[in-house]
C-alpha cells in the first residue's frame, strides 16, 4: 500500500481565518497506486541529479559545455534558441 501520509517536510500554506493546509509530498505523482509508485522510485533515484530545464528554449550543446552564457536575451531572441549556430 502506498504511504499517503504527509511527510514531515511536506510545505504547509496558511491562509488568514482558515487551519494550514499541509500538502502532501506526492501531490504531482499519479493517483494510481502503481503509476505513483513508479513515479515515486524515479523521483527518489534522481533527487539528488542536478535540474536542467531548458525547456526547449536554450540549446542543450549550450549547457553541456558549461560555458558562460551570453547576455540573456541572446538566448531567448538570437539565433542559438532556434538551433542555429
Known amino acids: 500500500m502506498p504511504n499517503t501520509s504527509p511527510s ?13 493546509l499541509t ?8 493517483p494510481d497506486p502503481t503509476i ?3 513515479a515515486r ?4 533515484e534522481t533527487r539528488g541529479l ?3 530545464c ?5 540549446d542543450p550543446r549550450i549547457l553541456a559545455t558549461d560555458a558562460p552564457l551570453p547576455e540573456p536575451t541572446a538566448l531567448l531572441v538570437g539565433a542559438r534558441c532556434s538551433g542555429g549556430p
Do not use: K
Open 8 to 20: 514531515p517536510h511536506a510545505p504547509s500554506v496558511a491562509t488568514p481565518g482558515r487551519p494550514a
Open 23 to 30: 500538502l502532501h509530498h506526492d501531490r504531482y505523482f499519479d
Open 36 to 38: 505513483r509508485a513508479i
Open 41 to 44: 522510485s524515479i523521483y527518489e
Open 50 to 52: 542536478p535540474l536542467i
Open 54 to 58: 531548458p525547456h526547449g528554449h536554450v
